[in-house]
């Protein structure tokens, strides 16, 4: 009988272990994605890891809310540089849609993912949000990575993006995302944000 237990809890040690932080209930409460839509400030990537498959890897990246569209719809300011004139930052609105995952271990009773464009000409990819420190104003979201794995974007309102990473966001990133990290925001991209605005979708 001992046996069966020992081996029935190391099976769900197991089990545990495989749950992503950003799939975790025990940190719902730092995975509302209404945390992210309320912040009405620009909203700049600091950093990512290498090799996102549903985000440019240029410098520069940010994006800025419009409006609340109805429902669970925002429209949104994004700028982005585009291969090969990375030095040159577009600016286009697209849909921000938020929306709601299950989790392995009970159900979610908040919003915890965005579908936008990244770019102009790209797809809608879908984000999850793995940490929303709104004080702080610091944000880490997850998307599809190459060779199957996870990857991240850590995201701070301009308030906060040119101080130290707040503590518990740098510890939750560095501890989850795994890799190397490009560092995306630089003082200077404030002089490349354009006055014209592309109108998408």
Not at 45 to 56: E, F, K, M, S, T
Not at 130 to 136: C, G, I, L, P
Not at 148 to 173: A, D, F, H, K, W
Request: hydrophobic share 35%; charged share 20%; with cysteine.
């Amino acid at each position: 009988m001992e046996t069966i237990f020992t081996l029935y809890a190391f099976a769900a040690a197991s089990v545990a272990a495989v749950i992503h932080y950003e799939d975790n209930l025990l940190y719902a409460e730092h995975q509302r994605i209404s945390d992210f839509t309320s912040v009405n400030e620009m909203l700049w990537v600091r950093q990512q890891n290498i090799g996102l498959d549903h985000a440019p890897s240029t410098t520069c990246q940010a994006m800025l809310k419009l409006r609340y569209t109805g429902r669970n719809t925002f429209q949104y300011i994004v700028y982005s540089a585009r291969p090969p004139a990375r030095h040159t930052v577009d600016a286009f609105v697209t849909t921000l849609t938020t929306g709601i995952t299950a989790l392995r271990a009970g159900d979610r009773l908040y919003h915890n993912t965005i579908s936008y464009k990244t770019t102009e000409q790209g797809e809608i990819c879908q984000f999850k949000l793995m940490y929303a420190d709104k004080t702080n104003g610091c944000f880490i979201f997850v998307t599809p990575r190459r060779i199957r794995r996870r990857g991240c974007r850590l995201v701070q309102t301009s308030r906060t993006v040119s101080m130290p990473i707040p503590q518990e966001c740098n510890r939750v990133y560095t501890e989850n995302c795994l890799g190397e990290a490009k560092q995306i925001y630089y003082p200077a991209c404030w002089n490349r944000i354009p006055k014209i605005v592309q109108w998408g979708s």
